[in-house]
């Protein structure tokens, strides 16, 4: 609540310095006196005067009035229509579902600028076809939130109590359903406010949004640039309006955010409002790693000996971020994630390492505090989905296992939650499919099931073991395509197994290169694809079949566990290989990256 007080205090004053303007001794905003235009300052105009010699403080703060108008109406009309469709389809599903979303999807699929510039070309320019585009642009905004929420309350105890209680359906949506998704509406309502007042800006500085000579800072801005160098103080006060209501904006969106997130009301990705809105334009600190691994060791005995199937594996996850592991097979991948999740066989050991779960170690947990974690906070997704479901059981009864492992809730609220999710991991009739059993369905649906028991219960960490090395390409590509989308609607972070490096480039932010027990390179998919300082990387790469090229495989296997080769593991089969290789390798620092390679910088 106390993170609340500066952003709402900054928006208040913001928005009742917009509300009094008219009463506020100010100049006439659009009165022109061309003989002081770009005047730098004149009493009554301590910030001077534009190129029609208008007052600028005026303007400026008739400028907020115009730009909050536009967004707070834009918004209120996507808020009330979203929230009423979403509201509608998540209830009765059926056809008003396949409209609200549909129609959500449809208008998503449009870049907003591109959708806001075609609309105002076919209406022209104004402050209605403004809002108009305003509300266009945030209404599948509206619909998604309330449309997921509604979906997840369906399901709650507390709904069903007032169905049974026989109330009717309008009292239900406004009484029960209503109060319990607001937060994460409020949320939403924020979010578009702000975003409205950055779009409103930039079309009319594009000529586009509000007509002259109302003011507005989109078109201060534009006026200011072309005066720019007779008078470059005239640019900077539209500019800094801008930035401080949208920053005192997005202050007060995180701090809601926040304070909805910790009643549990809302599933809202942990993104800032800032980079939803603005991406990439105000870089942060570093989020602290869901996940941080550390070290990792793991032994193995067997009746020859010991042997380390991994060796001093370190990474780290991110909220909202997927991190892939490639490999190719025997190289630990498996064994890494695993032992993370306290899974590994009696005869596997941690032997060094940490692998810290938003703070707690996990490889130090009882037990018993480590099953509640997994299949509740972390989730984990195997490879082969036919024998990781039960053969005798129903796949809706599976599912509502998973969810009553982990939640107190009643089996029947848990067989509708779980056809709910059989329907978001994208399986058609699923009330039909939840009574079917693992063999009546094909390789890619049995893969979503399992996922839908591994976001069961909201996890916030998936670990994925190969989830498609099973799967038909095309089957692969929807799985993909549904572990992002969850991703991005959760903010769980990914771990992904897998050989594919296609798979990689598409899905993950960062990866792990694993060669022989040990990390080879690590570092952002964008950096380690587009310049890969590893061999071993670089022979994966050219692995990859690209058009009707022949891909290059890598000569040779991965050695065994029992008989890696001294010095650099990958030597043998590098065609980079000196004497110098078999000295012992480090992983050594190459800018953001990591890499074990004695000579990746003569390579680079
Ligand atoms: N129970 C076990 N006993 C002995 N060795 C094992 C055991 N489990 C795994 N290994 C060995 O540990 C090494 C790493 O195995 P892991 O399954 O982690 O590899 P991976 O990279 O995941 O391979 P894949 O992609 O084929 O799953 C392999 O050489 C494997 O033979």
């Known amino acids: 609540m106390k993170r609340l007080i500066l952003p709402g205090a900054m928006v208040a004053f913001i928005v009742l310095l917009a509300l009094l303007a008219p009463v506020l001794p100010l100049p006439d905003p659009v009165r022109q006196d061309v003989a002081n235009r770009l005047a730098a300052w004149l009493p009554g105009s301590p910030l001077g005067r534009d190129e029609f010699g208008r007052d600028i403080l005026s303007r400026i703060i008739w400028g907020a009035r115009a730009s909050l108008a536009v967004a707070f109406a834009s918004a209120a009309i996507a808020c009330l229509v979203g929230t009423t469709l979403g509201l ?19 208008v998503l699929c449009f870049p907003p600028i591109l959708l806001a510039l075609l609309v105002v070309t076919l209406l022209g320019p104004g402050t209605a076809t403004l809002i108009l585009v305003l509300s266009i642009l945030y209404l599948p905004g509206f619909v998604r939130v309330t449309y997921a929420e509604v979906l997840s309350a369906r399901g709650q105890d507390y709904v069903e109590a007032v169905r049974a209680l026989g109330a009717p359906t309008p009292r239900i949506l406004s009484r029960t359903v209503l109060p319990n998704i607001a937060g994460p509406v409020l949320v939403q309502f924020s979010l578009a406010v702000a975003a409205a007042v950055v779009v409103e800006s930039g079309l009319s500085f594009l000529g586009l949004g509000v007509v002259p000579p109302t003011p507005s800072w989109g078109l201060m801005i534009r006026g200011a640039r072309a005066t720019m160098e007779q008078a470059p103080t ?80 370190s990474f780290a996850v991110r909220a909202g971020e997927t991190l892939a592991i490639v490999g190719e097979s025997g190289s630990g991948k498996s064994i890494t994630a695993t032992a993370v999740m306290g899974l590994l066989p009696p005869v596997a050991q941690v032997t060094a390492g940490v692998a810290r779960f938003e703070g707690r170690d ?19 997704v195997f490879q082969d989905p036919m024998s990781s479901l039960n053969p005798v059981h129903r796949v809706g009864d599976q599912v509502a296992e998973a969810i009553r492992a982990h939640r107190d809730v009643s089996a029947a609220a848990a067989s509708q939650e779980a056809v709910e999710l059989l329907k978001r991991v994208g399986i ?8 079917a059993y693992p063999h009546e369905l094909s390789g890619g649906m049995r893969q979503r ?15 994925a073991d190969e989830p498609t090395t099973a799967l038909d390409v095309t089957v692969q590509a929807g799985i993909l395509d549904l572990l992002a989308q969850l991703r991005r609607e959760t903010g769980m972070g990914v771990v992904l197994i897998t050989h594919s490096l296609g ?39 050219a692995a990859v079949p690209e058009g009707d090229a022949e891909p290059e495989g890598i000569p040779g296997v991965v050695p065994r566990p029992d008989a890696w080769p001294p010095g650099c593991r990958f030597a043998p089969r590098c065609s980079f290989a000196t004497p110098i290789c078999e000295r012992p390798q480090v992983l050594e620092q190459a800018g953001e990256r990591l890499v074990r390679c004695i000579r990746w910088k003569d390579l680079a």
């Open 503 to 541: 798979v990689v480039a598409e899905t993950a932010d960062e990866v792990v290169v694993m060669y022989a027990a040990q990390v080879v390179e690590r570092g952002t998919v964008a950096e380690v694809f587009a310049r890969p300082l590893h061999p071993y990387t670089r022979a994966l790469l």
């Open 88 to 106: 509608l389809a998540g209830w009765f599903r059926g056809l008003a579902e396949f409209f609200a979303v549909r129609t959500a999807d449809v």
């Open 362 to 380: 996990l490889l130090d947990l009882p037990e018993e505090e480590r099953r509640r974690l997994r299949g509740g906070a972390i989730a984990m």
């Open 428 to 435: 058609a009739d699923p009330e039909r499919r939840a009574r």
């Open 234 to 313: 005239y640019l900077l006060y539209p500019c800094l309006a801008l930035t401080v209501t949208i920053l005192a904006m997005n202050m007060l969106c995180d701090a809601l955010r926040d304070a909805v997130d910790r009643k549990g009301g809302t599933r809202a990705p942990k993104l800032r409002a800032v980079d939803r809105i603005l991406p990439g334009l105000f870089p942060t600190r570093e989020p602290a790693p869901l996940l941080e691994v550390q070290g990792l060791t793991v032994d193995i005995a067997t009746p020859g000996g010991a042997i380390r199937p991994v060796e001093d594996v």
């Open 449 to 463: 099931v399992m996922i839908a028991m591994a976001i069961a219960n909201r996890p916030r960490l998936l670990i």
